[in-house]
Each structure stands twice: as C-alpha cells, then as structure tokens.
C-alpha cells in the first residue's frame, strides 16, 4: 500500500506515526509535511488544496491511497474531485465528500442537521445581513453569555463568547459586515451551555463506525483557562469524567444518528468525525462537528489505537468496518504543546530548537517545524506535541513535562497546568 498524506501539522505528524508501523505500508508521502514527518515518510512540496498537482503525483507514483488530515482540502472537495475521475477511481480518499464537509464547512447546515436528526444541541438563529434587525432582538430574547460563530471556515477564529449584551450585538453586526471576511456574512447565534467540555472522535465508512476515543484539549493561551483562544495548548486521553455509562449516552443520542442522517441524506462519508461535546450535569449536548481529527487531539488518540491504523483505513475504503476489530489501549495518553512566543498573535519564526534527542519518556509529534540550514527551526506558532502514556493521567503528564523541559528554543512557551481540571 503506498499513502499520500495531506497535511503539515501535528496531526499528520501523529497520524503518519501510526501509520508506518503497519506491515501492510510499502510507502508513506505527506504533503506538505514537516521536519517529523520527514524522518519517517518522504515530504512531498504540494499545497493540500492544489488538486492537479496531487492528481499528478498519485499518478506518477502510483499511490493507493490518499488520506486528508486538514478540513480545507475536504471543504473544496478533494474527495469528489478523486471519485469523478474516472482516471483516480481506484485511488481511496479517506475524508468525506464536499457534501460532507459541509458539517464543518457550514455551521448553519450543522445546526439544521442536528435539529433535522433530533441530535441534543443549544437553541440558535442563523443571521443574514437581511435579517440582522431580527437577530439583535433573538439576542435580547435571552441572557448571555452569547455565543457568535462564522458559518463559514475562520482559521480558527471565527467564534466569539460575548458576556454583555451591547457588546454581543456589535459584534453581531461587525460580523455581518466582513469582519472574518465571506465566513462571516452568515453567523449562527448559538446559546451558551454551562458544563464540561470534550471531544469525541468516529471513524466511518458511511454506514457503520467506531468510536476511537475521547479527549480533552485546552484552547486558552494562558493557565487556569485565561486569555485568546488557540489552535490548542494540550490534551488528555481519554477523558476521566467521560465514564462507561456517558458515553453510551453519546453513541446512542449523537454518534449512530450522525451516521445514520447521512446516510438518509445519501451523503458519501468515509474518514473522520470529530464531535465537540458539552457535558450538562450527566447529559452529552454537541456545539460542533469538524469533519477530521482535531489537534492536538490526535497526538493522544493516535497513540492509543492498538489496531492496525492502514488495516481500518482500507474497511472504511471498502464499506467493512462493522466486521473490523478495533482496539484502544487502557492507558492515558497526555500532550503538551511548545508554542512560539508572542502566539497566538505575532511570533518570530525560525528559532534554532534543540534538545529533541534527548526527549525519553515522550513521542516527539512535531507541529510547525522544518528543517534550515541543517538545523531544526520553528515554522509556526505551535511548534511540538509531547506525547506520554501513563497508568494514570498524573503519571503522563509528569512525563510530558519532563519532556517540555528538556527541548529548548528562544520564546518557548507551554501551560503548565494541563489536566489540572481533571484531577
């Protein structure tokens, strides 16, 4: 099996590392890649959204399979563009269609989605600038805190909790009027659930899944959960609240009839989905779908998963996962992310970083790096994932945290209170 995957972050990282230890894997490309992934697969330099020229290199290199780790690419269609030519029919993708993707690239149709299947999730309205008048009175309807999102992709940033009211119907409007571009000229007014957050994650072949794990990932920049939201500070696998009882609760009331309503909709869907859930007292409630793996989630699920990662890839390929076993180690699995000074806002690139042999205890899962002048330099704002297993949560990130504190470059910074929440 030869696999080109799509991506450059610390998910492909985690993903590819999972990937080469299968014995059924002759060949393993990431497109873009990073330094990591450059020392078990072979980087390829083409941009995840520029189709032709993956076109061209499947072709020429004779690739099996193709498997999207970012949304984008599924989002304008990577996976529709491989079925309908008749030249790349034989080529898996492991990712939804565009229809699909439309449950992440989409927050409105997500909404209307989980209303349509009767999936627990807040009241909301979606807004227009037609309907703008309407939507600052939907938000006087209720108490805040408010929750605005970009229907659209925002880079992550398309997502604001508004605690005043004059402040959330400003937003609204400046929303409306462009500021997260096209993204934002539909906004979806969500109420604001008090709970615990988490994610679960799915694979699907369209008709039948597994549920792959739960985690815990920390958005915040700053310690106890304070200043801008990130692309993620670190995560815990699996989740300690999320016990036998609550998830069977998620399976049966979000999970099957996710599955089940694209099915209905006669939506192709092969790859991924990522639930962000909200505990309410013993209820699971879902704010969001994302139609890949999250990170730096996937730096603790992937290294959880006992199964043969390219085996269960093939029976989504095939529609036969429902006669796939599937395997989680009991262990916990904790990260903690190394990010750049100055993140999420301005940071400098191309810090010298050093130390990385050194790391003993941890899976080393790069994030924004590459390699410069024979040296390894952070490439972006987060820059490395460490992964640790442990008996108990306690024991991983004790081990992760020995791990933070041996790899060293200028500006690096890391939240030291991970998990803490869960203790």
């Known amino acids: 099996m030869r696999i080109l995957l799509l991506g450059s972050g610390g998910r492909e990282h985690a993903i590819a590392w999972k990937l080469v230890q299968s014995s059924k894997l002759n060949k393993l490309y990431v497109a873009p890649g990073n330094a990591g992934t450059s020392e078990i697969a072979e980087n390829v330099d083409i941009s995840v959204n520029d189709f032709e020229k993956i076109e061209a290199f499947v072709l020429s290199n004779q690739v099996d399979m193709i498997v999207v780790g970012p949304e984008d690419p599924l989002v304008n269609g990577v996976y529709d563009y491989f079925k309908s030519n008749k030249k790349l029919s034989h080529v898996s993708v492991i990712g939804p269609s565009k229809a699909g993707a439309l449950l992440e690239g989409s927050k409105d149709y997500a909404k209307s989605f989980m209303n349509k299947y009767d999936i627990p999730t807040p009241k909301y309205y979606t807004v227009t600038k037609a309907n703008l008048d309407l939507g600052l009175e939907f938000l006087s309807s209720f108490e805040g805190p408010y929750v605005l999102k970009a229907d659209g992709l925002a880079a992550g940033k398309g997502v604001l909790i508004i605690e005043d009211l004059s402040e ?35 694979l699907t072949d ?61 939506i192709d869907y092969k790859g991924f989905i990522f639930f962000g859930l909200f505990k309410v007292e013993e209820d699971p409630y879902i704010i969001e779908y994302n139609v890949r793996m999250g990170d730096p989630e996937t730096e603790v699920v992937m ?3 006992k199964t043969d990662l390219v085996e269960l890839f093939e029976s989504v390929s095939d529609e036969k996962l429902g006669e796939s076993d599937f395997e989680l180690d009991s262990k916990y699995c904790t990260t903690v992310m190394l990010v750049s000074g100055g993140y999420p806002e301005q940071y400098e690139k191309g810090k010298e970083i050093t130390n990385t042999k050194d790391v003993e205890d941890s899976i080393v899962f790069h994030a924004g790096t590459k390699m410069e002048n024979d040296k390894l330099v952070s490439a972006g704002g987060r820059v490395i994932a460490l992964s640790s297993y442990g008996d108990s949560m306690e024991e991983a990130l004790k081990k992760s945290y020995i791990s933070a504190n041996k790899i060293n470059f200028e500006g690096k910074y890391f939240r030291n209170d991970i998990g803490n929440d869960l203790k």
């Open 168 to 202: 959330a119907q400003s937003s609204l409007e400046e929303m409306i009027n462009g500021k997260f571009g096209n993204a934002s000229s539909k906004v979806v007014i969500e109420g604001f659930l008090r709970g615990i957050e988490l994610s679960v994650f799915a």
């Open 206 to 266: 369209g008709k039948n899944y597994k549920i792959i794990g739960s985690a815990k990932d920390y958005k915040r920049i700053g310690e106890g959960d304070t200043g801008l939201n990130t692309g993620g500070m670190g995560a815990v696998s699996p989740v300690p609240f999320a016990d036998e009882e609550f998830m069977q609760k998620v399976e049966d009331r979000i999970v099957r009839p996710t599955v089940e309503g694209l099915q209905k909709e006669g």
């Open 303 to 305: 290294p959880r998963i």
